[in-house]
């Protein structure tokens, strides 16, 4: 961090490792302040940025030091003429710290709430005091400003930081519209809102909708990354069919154009031939896009220039037209349109260079998100910021990317400079294949960045950047925005949702998606594989204490925890009343579907001989359910879905109710009534009616087949209906006399 003054402008300068010259912000409020006071000022806050990151040492010029020359303007008790004065004393450093804290939160101009502002204050402002403080400008004993504000209290976590992902951002009402009171989830995950609903939500829900968005995001990106290697295989094909040497023979015989034959129709639509001479990049030429391929790369190999191929760099080549690159009718784009990989409505949304660039293997900011957010899935202790900056390769050349010692499997690491270390990781196959293809890809850019004396050469991820204002050329882009994965402001023309529609589909809209939440994603994941912190930890390559209070939310560990103890007190209850009718009344179920869904859950999960509690539940559920007492499936051709499976309930009240409706349906409706079906289930009582006969049959007979000895527990059927036919006679006297009567929920005068 430098400070410069010109004249009337003070300029801090801040080094930028992704960028060639520094960065600059203006601080000229600080001019008010008398030069000694400046100068002591300005030392010890550039000794306070030391080691920080550029981004950090920004938000402290931008949220510390900027507000607090604007201060000195405003308190005019400090005023000295024309200039300003630190105190002297320690009742006037005392005033000065405190009064500078309530301007700060109440200083007029700025949009940001009480809360930021507040925040501010904690994280940038007073820390910054407290170094002037060691340093000795600010005597010690003053006592600098405490505006922490107690946190909200409740079940939703802290609605005021929404970082979700599959949840769009509440959108600015109009005054048109009615307002209404939008409560914002906390949004750190794929998810969405779903953590911080009620208690009660299954956590199971939770997890299918985190992997299924997951699994959806990974399976594009994947189609994605494809589609790329496959243009740029077929880029290096088109450049086999015409050779280096080739073009050599055209540069020492300056011969830039082909003659060739056309049909030319003239205005009276008659057809003749002509013999023209084309140039080897127009697009009439048959091996324009060709010639065209093999400029640029020449370029790309020989010229020590990171803008060689820039369109305005390449129209001076004697083999171009005056508008190659600018419009259609003066570029070959077609037969690169119809050799992409991409389908013809994505590879339109590329301009000409774009997709010149695309087979030659170079990459666009897009592409490099993509890789991005690949490498952070598979390795989730990547950071994004550690990923922006990775370097393939260290200032001797010696690459990052290692081999183990059995040569087997891939290790890349990055530097992450704010925990001060770098960080490793054993490469899955897809980031191998990932970090595989960027290595052949960047190679030419890499080259050439490094003959051109370019700091950017050692970086991973090379390609297609801007490097001034509205110039696109080769090097290493600044920052990846999470905007080229789904962007809602269309600066973007090309990005994944663009080239995926299917993302929105899969919940993850407009706003919802960057590379914090799919890492955050993976941490979850892997608590929800694990059920422990440490897994998070290990995944996540943080410490305990950020996994807990970062990564997995309270509500979310108290939910889980909630969930355990419930699934065991049901597991305890239809133990204890396996046999009872009221089973289904006790247990937390909501039906007979999903009771059976838990139970067959329970014997699957729990074999036999793990525990007394498992050796009881085979012993009572493990023939229903098809499970041997070894605990192992028994085997059947198909498996039933639970909306193909009738399930009964076999007690004497059910079964003695259910041949009482029989015998009566039988004797009081007609054959049309027995067959009309109601309209909200579709069941007819003619079901009910043949469902008792089969029930009945089953429990009277000893011959049975073993189709339907497999479905019902005969041996429990018999014994019920012992039991139920001497209450059939009472139920069928009660059904006799029944009547609807029409109920009133309020008074009628």
Same mark, same amino acid.
């Given at each position: ?15 930028? +490792? ?39 040492? %920004?938000?402290? *010029? ?222 009439? %030429? ?48 077609? +037969? ?118 370019? +700091? %950017? ?42 080239? %995926? ?63 355990? *103890? ?73 498996? +039933? ?106 008074? *009628?005068?």
């Amino acid at each position: 961090m430098q400070f410069v003054q010109q004249g009337n402008t003070l300029t801090v300068l801040i080094t930028n +490792p992704h960028k060639i010259e520094p960065e600059r912000l203006n601080i000229s409020p600080l001019l008010i302040l008398h030069a000694k006071d400046r100068n002591r000022l300005l030392n010890a806050t550039s000794q306070y940025a030391v080691g920080n990151a550029c981004q950090t040492q %920004h938000r402290y *010029i931008n949220e510390a030091l900027r507000p607090f020359g604007y201060y000195l303007h405003w308190d005019t008790a400090l005023h000295q003429g024309s200039i300003c004065r630190l105190p002297d004393t320690f009742e006037g450093w005392q005033r000065l710290v405190l009064q500078f804290a309530l301007w700060y939160i109440s200083r007029p101009g700025t949009k940001a709430s009480l809360e930021t502002l507040c925040k501010n204050v904690q994280c940038r402002v007073r820390p910054w005091l407290e170094f002037l403080q060691e340093d000795g400008l600010i005597p010690l004993g003053v006592m600098l400003p405490d505006l922490s504000l107690p946190e909200e209290q409740g079940s939703h976590g802290s609605p005021q930081n929404p970082r979700l992902l599959g949840e769009q951002p509440a959108k600015p009402t109009r005054d048109d519209e009615p307002i209404e009171k939008v409560r914002k989830p906390l949004d750190r995950t794929l998810a969405g809102p779903i953590f911080w609903h009620i208690d009660a939500e299954y956590l199971d829900q939770v997890e299918a909708t985190l992997r299924n968005r997951d699994q959806v995001l990974a399976d594009l990106m994947d189609d994605y990354w494809l589609r790329l290697v496959r243009d740029y295989r077929c880029g290096q094909q088109m450049l086999q069919q015409i050779t280096a040497d080739d073009w050599r023979l055209r540069e020492q015989n300056a011969i830039w154009k082909d003659d060739a034959t056309v049909t030319i129709v003239d205005t009276k639509g008659r057809h003749y031939q002509k013999k023209i001479s084309l140039q080897l990049t127009s697009p009439r %030429h048959p091996k324009g896009h060709l010639w065209g391929l093999r400029m640029m790369m020449q370029q790309l190999k020989y010229s020590n220039d990171p803008e060689c191929l820039t369109p305005k760099a390449l129209r001076k080549h004697p083999a171009c037209l005056a508008r190659f690159l600018k419009n259609s009718s003066s570029t070959p784009i077609a +037969p690169l349109l119809s050799d992409c990989a991409l389908p013809l409505q994505q590879a339109e949304l590329l301009s000409s260079e774009q997709l010149f660039y695309r087979f030659l293997g170079l990459l666009n900011t897009t592409d490099m998100a993509v890789a991005k957010a690949l490498l952070i899935r598979e390795h989730a202790n990547l950071t994004p910021d550690a990923l922006d900056g990775a370097q393939l390769l260290n200032v001797r050349g010696k690459s990052y990317m290692l081999l183990t010692d059995e040569g087997q499997q891939q290790i890349f690491s990055v530097d992450k400079p704010r925990a001060g270390s770098r960080k490793y990781a054993a490469l899955t196959p897809r980031a191998a294949r990932v970090l595989r293809h960027l290595q052949r890809a960047t190679a030419p850019v890499r080259a050439l960045l490094k003959r051109a004396g370019h +700091p %950017h050469w050692r970086y991973l991820l090379l390609g297609v950047t801007q490097v001034r204002k509205n110039i696109n050329g080769l090097g290493h882009p600044a920052r990846i925005y999470a905007q080229l994965l789904y962007d809602t402001t269309g600066k973007y023309k090309f990005t994944l949702a663009r080239c %995926h529609p299917t993302l929105t589909n899969a919940g993850l809209g407009a706003g919802t998606l960057d590379f914090n939440k799919i890492r955050h994603t993976q941490g979850v994941l892997a608590w929800f594989d694990k059920g422990s912190v440490r897994a998070v930890q290990k995944r996540l390559g943080n410490s305990y204490r950020v996994a807990i209070e970062h990564y997995i939310p309270e509500p979310l560990i108290q939910i889980w925890n909630e969930r355990i *103890i419930r699934r065991f007190q049901n597991t305890l209850l239809v133990l204890a009343a396996a046999e009872e009718d009221y089973l289904l009344e006790v247990v937390d179920m909501p039906n007979l579907a999903e009771l059976h869904r838990f139970l067959a859950q329970l014997v699957y999960e729990l074999p036999a001989g793990s525990s007394p509690i498992a050796d009881k539940l085979h012993q009572l559920y493990a023939e229903r359910y098809r499970i041997d007492h070894a605990g192992q499936p028994a085997t059947w051709e198909a498996v +039933p879905t639970p909306d193909d499976l009738l399930h009964l309930r076999l007690s004497p009240n059910s079964l003695a109710l259910l041949l009482a409706y029989r015998q009566w349906a039988q004797q009081h409706l007609t054959a049309s009534l027995q067959i009309q079906p109601d309209h909200l289930t579709g069941l007819t009582p003619k079901h009910f009616i043949d469902l008792g006969g089969m029930l009945q049959a089953a429990a009277q007979s000893d011959d049975i087949g073993y189709a339907l000895r497999e479905s019902l527990n005969v041996k429990k059927l018999q014994r019920v209906y012992g039991q139920a036919e001497s209450k059939v006679p009472i139920l069928v006297n009660r059904l006799t006399h029944l009547s609807l009567q029409p109920i009133y929920t309020e008074d *009628i005068p």
